[in-house]
């Protein structure tokens, strides 16, 4: 399978726009997910999917990799900075709604 059916926003978009704009979409279709078994509009997940689209952009703007380390402590590092931006999400949150 060709790498452009696999990644097609990269064949219109800069790599950085293109893994921001799955972040977002991603969260987006979670929103509506929730939105649809709540009955209500829900705008949570795509902010925090941003953030972590974000996160991802800096971590690999900056070379920032933990590959050798072991499976345990990077799971650890992934879950930290899942919590983290889920926690920001929520500060931010409150100041906007």
Wanted: aromatic residues 16%.
């Amino acid at each position: 399978m060709s790498r452009n059916v696999m990644r097609p926003l990269r064949v219109f978009l800069p790599a950085s726009l293109a893994i921001l704009i799955t972040f977002l979409i991603s969260g987006a279709l979670h929103d509506l997910a929730v939105s649809l078994v709540k009955w209500q509009v829900t705008v949570f997940f795509t902010p925090w999917f941003g953030l972590m689209g974000l996160i991802v952009l800096a971590s690999s703007k900056l070379a920032v990799s933990y590959g050798n380390y072991s499976w345990l402590t990077r799971a650890t590092i992934n879950a930290f900075i899942i919590g983290i931006s889920l926690y920001s999400t929520y500060v931010i949150e409150k100041f906007y709604i």
